[in-house]
T-cell receptor, first 110, second 114 residues
Framework: SQTIHQWPATLVQPVGSPLSLECTVE??????LYWYRQAAGRGLQLLFY??????ISSEVPQNLSASRPQDRQFILSSKKLLLSDSGFYLC?????????FGPGTRLTVT | AQTVTQSQPEMSVQEAETVTLSCTYD???????LFWYKQPPSRQMILVIR??????QNATENRFSVNFQKAAKSFSLKISDSQLGDAAMYFC???????????FGTGTRLKVLA
């Protein structure tokens, strides 16, 4: 079965600092990978998805970027964090029509 | 564009009772997939149940079942014999085949009262 790892689990960063969140997947190959953000009390906002190495589609123009350097690794980055980047970040993998989520990273920008 | 609407921000149910969470969606597609996800306090998203639009039979998973009304574009979740562990945020989601973009509703917070 698939396992999705995300780290760090929690992160507190000052405004203007860089960001790197990592997601790795086990137990599957060539998955579709997704980054979502969930603001407090809100639903899930799709940020990026990837159907293969080096293939990234952006859904929301903002100061975040994503990369997929390996088949089962998906990274979310920012050069300069904004207060509005605070939230809960979820990585998900999908094959077929089902999606499975990682445990998430809680990011607080101060 | 497709949209998913959950009009109940919060619901409460007595333990062992039955509760129904509502979800409506808008699409011009005839074939698609619908899902209910559960997000407990741990924030881990868990797939509860899925429904293929081409199937007329409503999906069932143990105490969880759906009422899929394709013409009305309605997809409600029924939880029978509610348990304390059912307390969570529940999200309805839509996926059009051949796409990779899941569209989520804003969620319904379910409280289970002992």
């Amino acid at each position: 079965s698939q396992t999705i790892h995300q780290w760090p689990a929690t992160l507190v960063q000052p405004v203007g600092s860089p960001l790197s969140l990592e997601c790795t997947v086990e137990g599957t190959s060539n998955p579709n990978l997704y980054w979502y953000r969930q603001a407090a009390g809100r639903g899930l906002q799709l940020l990026f998805y990837s159907v293969g190495i080096g293939q990234i589609s952006s859904e929301v123009p903002q100061n975040l970027s994503a990369s997929r350097p390996q088949d089962r690794q998906f990274i979310l980055s920012s050069k300069k964090l904004l207060l509005s980047d605070s939230g809960f970040y979820l990585c998900a993998q999908g094959q077929g029509y089902e999606q499975y989520f990682g445990p998430g990273t809680r990011l607080t920008v101060t | 564009a497709q949209t998913v609407t959950q009009s109940q921000p919060e619901m409460s149910v007595q333990e062992a009772e039955t509760v129904t969470l509502s979800c409506t969606y808008d699409t011009s597609e005839s074939d698609y997939y619908l899902f209910w996800y559960k997000q407990p306090p741990s924030r881990q998203m868990i797939l509860v149940i899925r429904q293929e639009a081409y199937k007329q039979q409503n999906a069932t998973e143990n105490r969880f079942s759906v009422n899929f009304q394709k013409a009305a574009k309605s997809f409600s979740l029924k939880i029978s014999d509610s348990q304390l562990g059912d307390a969570a945020m529940y999200f309805c989601a839509y996926l059009a085949p051949g796409t990779y973009k899941y569209i989520f509703g804003t969620g319904t917070r379910l409280k289970v009262l002992a």
